[in-house]
């Protein structure tokens, strides 16, 4: 009862009709005094105050885009995420104590990894038995009432900036850096993930894959077929690119075998 009188949500008429942050009023108690001898029950007026000033979710429309990894979906809020170019992984909730936004999503049951874009968010379920049908209305619903909130997106936390040419890189390196910044980042953040460089030692590129390109099985592919010919046709001194985890293990291995396992599933199917 005692809640109930602070907080309650207005009606379907003057907001957006669903449960959100911004639709949440507070009821102040207003006493008012004057010289007539009135109860003081009869003194206090009630006043609806809006928690926030405004409803975005009211005009905010979330569409989703498929990514080439089935686990993996890109939804795009029609607003800023970070600036443009800009990416953010995060493949657990521990990474995400940076970002209010990505730690409301990893509550939802389901839910592997975040990834944000400059105009997308890409979120990566646990495995193949999750169902998006029953995911994806939670992470509509979270988005929504975050971005009515007004809390930042990211907080005390830069972007990936792993492809910038620094002042010691060598010529080579500045070269890499570039052809990935202008070639090859902007094609992998269309299908919701990110390439960022690691090294380059005795011709052998090493990357890391983020977002939905991560666990993507056929990812060993757009890395043979897309980056290492690409860097090999401007750049003849890499002699080949490797993928790294976050623990700088190579996995070129692990999903070459997960990307012909998916091959065998599609030959069965077909």
Known sequence: MMLRGVLRTRGAGSTCGRFCVASLTRRNTIKQFSGLA??????????DV?????????SMFI???????PNSLKFLPGTKVLEPGQTMDFPNIGAAQCSPLAKMIFRIDGVKAVFFGGDFITVTKKDDDTDWRLLKPDIFATIMDFFASGLPIVIDAKPSSDTQANEDDDEIVQMIKELLDTRIRPTVQEDGGDVLFVDFKDG??????????????????TLKNG?????????PEVVAVEQ?????EKLSEKVFKEFEELK?????SE
Do not use: H, W
């Open 244 to 248: 790294i985890d976050d623990d700088g």
């Open 38 to 47: 009135k109860s003081e029950a009869q003194n206090t007026l009630f006043k």
């Open 50 to 58: 809006p928690v926030f000033n405004t409803c975005v979710c009211r």
């Open 227 to 235: 980056v290492q010919n690409m860097m090999q046709f401007y750049i």
């Open 204 to 221: 052998i590129l090493r990357l890391k894959m983020q977002g939905s390109c991560s666990s993507c099985p056929s990812s060993i592919v």
């Open 63 to 69: 569409q989703t885009q498929d990514t080439p990894n």
């Open 264 to 268: 065998k599933k599609n030959n069965k």
